[in-house]
């Protein structure tokens, strides 16, 4: 037999039974619906809500930990802030032997206000904005990355990437829509916990009679707190995206997960023990002092960071926003590319 | 450039071929199964099926060669295919957290399907055709093997494709099951749907499909119609009086074998029983057989046509006979047997010498 150029051909239209009703073919249109699957079967998982449950959870109870001292504190008796009598303890220091007179009051309810004006910064907004960041920086990430290594290593472990790609939808695609499932959790995830970690902060701040004020909102400062949310989202995606790359590499949950939390800890470490390193001279000095500035994490934080000098005050990072996006976009194409080109090309055996 | 669409022609496969490493999963395969066929494939464990059956549907990429369905082919236009096949592939995979209904949702979606209750017919429609209705909203992981099998045939036929592969459809089913699936293919086929079964269970290939093609170690070593596969099959078993007798009448047949009963493919005496031999040969000719012997005053004491079946001709091609190492048909190799290759539009099939 001889061997044909390869050619496209158009055979006739199939025609289906009127039961049949069949959507879209167009590129786009077959992404979209497969994105809609991947969120469908994350409304219907039962790991997709236990990870909801556990990531509100935590941001309540994160706040809980300064609102709650804080609470207390509003609600203690002026007196009760005063040192113990000296009849109830058996030592004579730090104790007061007579009945309290107003000005000892007074100090008291002054570093009561006091008091409760640190906590006010935390509580209270802009500042709680900062604090639902940090919590997701330092704990709801593991959630997301739990989420997307399960998403796609898991398709692998049972082996339902075999039903998903004799369906139709080309490999290029399945890929596209785990990455636009995996962007749409990581924008209503972190919408989700400021919403809670805002909500929460409010609530606690009224049990504490921290009083709340909008007189800070602003154009710009709108601007910026989108811009912080942003950031904040791509901080949780592109360590999604890193979950999605090794879950995809090396075809189960466990790599996806394990992979990307182990690179989380080991960049931190490093940094840790390059800042504690004594002085190099030399070539392997100045690689060691410009290293860190490529890491992702440090990127992604820097991007925060720098918004966060405009909305709260604070120090800006040593890294540029350009440096840090160039930077956090060479680590996407290294999570992404390989990622793609393993789905393209492999077989898909047992 | 010429187009590879034939109407008529379903699958094709040119030289196709797959190798893991050193190891040839598929080698040279050239496969045809034509419109309307059931189409068996069988072989034994680690023949190649199921890593054909991957590259027909695009899971595997093949090494050389190449996998035409519909006259598209795989390499450049396989999403196009893949919307005209249903399959199963080995043991159904689910997600085991959903019921069987959103299963078949999922499936539906990324078939093509509109999602949302736009297709709530159609899932009815295939959940009753596989009798999982009442068990429909079941979460998957309470779903037995046969339960499983069942819904993965549902599923392969939610899209109304025109192909259906079966890879072991009746795994794990009991002889009620396996029934029902037999039926449920033969309702298919009268729909005009094209089925390609891989299945191990003979007897059910030799009932529900028109052709079949058996594969060893990758290698393709029959191709064809089943009841002339059969046909090709049958032997006469032939007893005399005497041992002697017996070595004439061998010597008999065997030079008429050469000459004028060229139909006979081969005569041997039965091992260990000196008064018996076997020729392969169509049983309707039993009687000419006879004739021909009476007519040297050779008489036989028995004379029994026996039909082949699958088993036979399936354990005769690639059963390794006792003490050589080979199979039937390498050890026939030398001598003439008929191969059936497919004809190009009836699909009936022509002989040709290998």
């Not at chain 1, 609470?71 to 109830?88: E, G, Q, V, W």
Request: proline content about 5%.
């Amino acid at each position: 037999m001889t061997a044909q150029p390869p050619a496209r051909t158009n055979p006739p239209a199939l025609i289906r039974r009127d039961t049949v009703v069949m959507g879209r073919a167009d590129y786009l249109s077959t992404v979209l619906r497969l994105i809609g699957v991947e969120l469908y079967k994350f409304r219907r998982r039962p790991m997709s809500k236990v990870l909801l449950l556990i990531g509100i959870l935590s941001m309540i109870i994160s706040f809980a930990f300064k609102g709650g001292p804080a609470i207390f504190l509003a609600h203690t008796p002026t007196r009760n802030l005063l040192p113990p009598d000296c009849s109830s303890v058996e030592t004579t220091i730090d104790c007061l032997n007579h009945e309290p007179t107003r000005e000892e009051l007074n100090l008291a309810e002054a570093e009561r206000q006091h008091r409760l004006q640190e906590y006010a910064s935390l509580l209270s907004l802009p500042g709680s904005i900062e604090g639902v960041t940090q919590t997701i920086q330092l704990v709801e990430l593991i959630l997301f990355i739990i989420l997307a290594g399960t998403i796609v290593g898991g398709e692998y472990s049972v082996g339902t990437v075999r039903l998903m790609l004799t369906r139709g939808p080309t490999r290029t695609q399945f890929f596209l829509a785990k990455v636009g499932a995996i962007l749409i959790y990581a924008i209503v995830g972190v919408g989700i916990l400021f919403v809670v970690g805002i909500l929460s902060s409010v609530v606690l701040s009224m049990l504490a009679n921290i009083p709340q004020s909008l007189a800070f909102l602003s154009g710009p400062w709108l601007f910026n707190c989108f811009l912080y949310i942003l950031a904040t989202i791509l901080y949780t995606f592109t360590y999604c995206m890193l979950a999605l790359c090794l879950g995809t590499l090396g075809r189960a949950t466990t790599a996806g997960v394990a992979g990307a939390l182990v690179w989380w800890v080991v960049e931190s470490a490093i940094q840790s023990i390059i800042l504690n390193l004594p002085n190099f001279h030399g070539i392997i000095g100045a690689v060691l002092e410009v290293l860190p500035g490529y890491f992702m994490a440090n990127n992604l934080a820097a991007l925060i960071q720098n918004r966060s000098s405009y909305l709260f005050g604070n120090q800006p990072s040593p890294f540029p926003d350009l440096h840090a996006l160039l930077v956090v976009a060479f680590y996407l194409a290294l999570f992404l590319l390989p990622a793609w080109w393993a789905i393209r090309r492999r077989d898909i055996t047992n | 450039m010429s187009s590879l669409y034939d109407r008529d022609v379903i699958i094709r496969t040119d030289r196709l071929t797959k190798a893991f490493g050193k190891l040839v999963a598929v080698n040279d395969l050239h496969l045809q199964v034509m419109r309307g066929d059931v189409f068996g494939f069988l072989g034994p464990n680690g023949s190649g099926k199921t890593t054909t059956i991957r590259m027909l549907l695009g899971l595997i990429r093949p090494t050389a060669g190449r996998a035409i369905l519909f006259g598209m082919d795989t390499a450049l236009q396989l999403s196009d295919i893949l919307q005209r096949v249903g399959a199963i592939i080995e043991t159904p995979v689910f997600y085991p957290y959903l019921s069987a209904l959103d299963n078949l949702r999922v499936t539906a979606a990324a078939s093509g399907m509109m999602s949302g209750k736009s297709n709530d017919r159609r899932l009815a429609e295939v959940l009753d055709i596989v009798d999982l209705s009442a068990y429909q909203k079941l979460p998957l992981r309470k779903y037995s093997l046969g339960m499983k099998q069942r819904l993965g045939i549902a599923a392969a036929l939610l899209h109304d494709p025109e192909l259906v592969l079966l890879d072991e459809p009746t795994n794990g089913l009991d002889p009620a099951g396996m029934v029902e699936i037999r039926r449920l293919i033969q309702r298919l086929a009268a729909l005009g749907k094209t089925i390609f079964l891989s299945s191990h269970i003979l007897n059910e290939v030799q009932q529900v499909c028109n052709r079949v093609a058996i594969l060893r170690k990758g290698n393709l070593i029959m191709q064809g119609n089943v009841n002339e596969l059969l046909q090709g099959n049958e032997e006469i078993e032939l007893r005399l009086n005497t041992a002697e007798e017996c070595q004439q009448a061998l010597q008999l047949l065997e030079k008429a074998r050469q000459e004028d009963l060229n139909w006979i493919s081969y005569v041997q005496q039965v091992p260990e029983k000196d008064t018996m031999l076997i020729l392969k040969a169509p049983a309707s000719h039993s009687s000419a057989i006879n004739a021909y012997l009476a007519r040297h005053q050779l008489f036989a004491a028995e004379l029994q046509p026996r039909i082949g079946s699958l088993e036979d001709l399936y354990l005769e091609l690639t059963t390794p006979t006792a003490g050589t190492g080979h199979t039937g048909m390498e050890a026939l190799a030398s001598g003439p047997i008929k191969r059936v290759v497919p004809s190009k539009k009836s699909g009936e099939g022509k002989k040709e010498e290998v």
